[in-house]
């Protein structure tokens, strides 16, 4: 991406206002397209108290053609006597919405890597994940350390990979991995909730 | 209803991604969020977002046009409660670097274009 005088942020976003006692995370839902990002989303909203998030909000281009993310914020439980707020986000998928990517992930706390279980898909998500790597580096981040979950979606359908063989190629072994099936909630929330514990960590250990 | 563009440096409606962050007195990040723009103009531009900052906030944008981000600090000048429920947060920079100004005005060009009033539930999405 080109860039206008405009000084490459780098770190992480997680910001606190001490006034209201609020501490904000962002959470971005990455992955290829029609991987299942905006499912996951819609799911935790429709499954979560209307007194613990907001609205789910999709903004598009002007004939809805693209769309540039979506967005839900979700507050839950207390951090050191502060009100932890997360920001979900998802990117858009396809492969020309580079810079949109890039500029959505911009100060991402912990990303959700939701891939997609079937066989055809196999190359599609390598590119995903290539893409976050790329994203991840040019925000001064060692994406081999960068908080990341990864959910195997769509496990449902006759051609989805084992996934030992996506945990294999995609999460080298040692990351949380969560099978799902987005469209009927499985594994939805307890993606959600390993990646919250993944952003918080920093902040336990602190303790 | 519409409006025929009459300023002296006129709006066109754009549909384009941009970031918003908003600093404390001490460097701290008070508000940050992501929003599309309704319209732009070589004078500010008018966002549409579910988290607004504050009228008079200074406020660092990053705006997407094409395969380039452009970096403007501006401040905020109004913010009105669309049909929606969503908010318009117009913003105005008094002065942005000439390389910014061009890209700008190239994505603005003549201006020759109408308007639809922002307010309206029809604009809206």
């Known amino acids: 991406m080109d860039r206008l005088s405009c000084p490459i942020q780098e770190g992480k976003t997680m910001f606190v206002n001490r006034k209201l006692r609020e501490i904000t995370f962002k959470i971005v839902y990455y992955g290829p397209p029609l991987g299942g990002k905006t499912t996951n989303l819609e799911y935790i909203h429709a499954h979560t108290s209307p007194k613990l998030r907001g609205e789910l909000v999709s903004l598009k281009t002007q004939e809805d053609r693209t769309l540039f993310f979506d967005y839900l914020q979700i507050e839950l439980g207390s951090i050191q006597g502060m009100k932890p707020k997360f920001n979900l986000y998802t990117v858009p998928g396809q492969v020309m919405y580079r810079s949109s990517r890039e500029l959505v992930m911009r100060g991402a706390d912990g990303v959700v890597l939701v891939l997609d279980s079937q066989r055809t898909r196999f190359h599609d998500n390598l590119d995903a994940l290539d893409s976050l790597r790329e994203n991840l580096r040019k925000m001064g981040q060692n994406p081999d350390r960068f908080p990341i979950v990864f959910q195997f979606n769509k496990r449902d359908l006759p051609s989805a990979l084992p996934s030992a063989i996506l945990r294999a190629q995609f999460a080298n072994g040692s990351r949380p991995c969560f099978e799902a099936v987005a469209i009927k909630g499985a594994g939805v929330l307890e993606t959600l909730k390993a990646i919250i514990q993944e952003v918080i960590r920093p902040l336990q250990q602190r303790r | ?125």
């Not at chain 2, 701290?28 to 906030?57: V, Y």
């Not at chain 2, 094409?66 to 401040?75: K, R, S």
Request: glycine share 8%.
């Open chain 2, 1 to 125: 209803m519409t409006t025929t563009e009459r300023r002296a440096s006129p709006r066109v409606r754009r549909y384009h991604l941009v970031a918003f962050t908003h600093y404390d007195d001490e460097g701290g990040i008070q508000n940050q969020g992501l929003a599309r723009t309704l319209d732009l103009s070589c004078k500010g531009l008018l966002f549409e977002t579910t988290n607004p900052p504050d009228p008079r906030d200074r406020i660092i944008l990053e705006l997407q046009i094409g395969d380039e981000v452009l970096c403007l600090e501006g401040q905020v000048i109004h913010v009105e409660l669309l049909p929606n429920r969503h908010y318009s947060v117009g913003v105005s920079w008094p002065e942005i670097p000439a390389d910014i100004m061009a890209r700008i005005e190239r994505e603005v060009g003549d201006g020759s274009v109408v308007l639809p009033d922002p307010r309206r539930e029809d604009h809206v999405r």
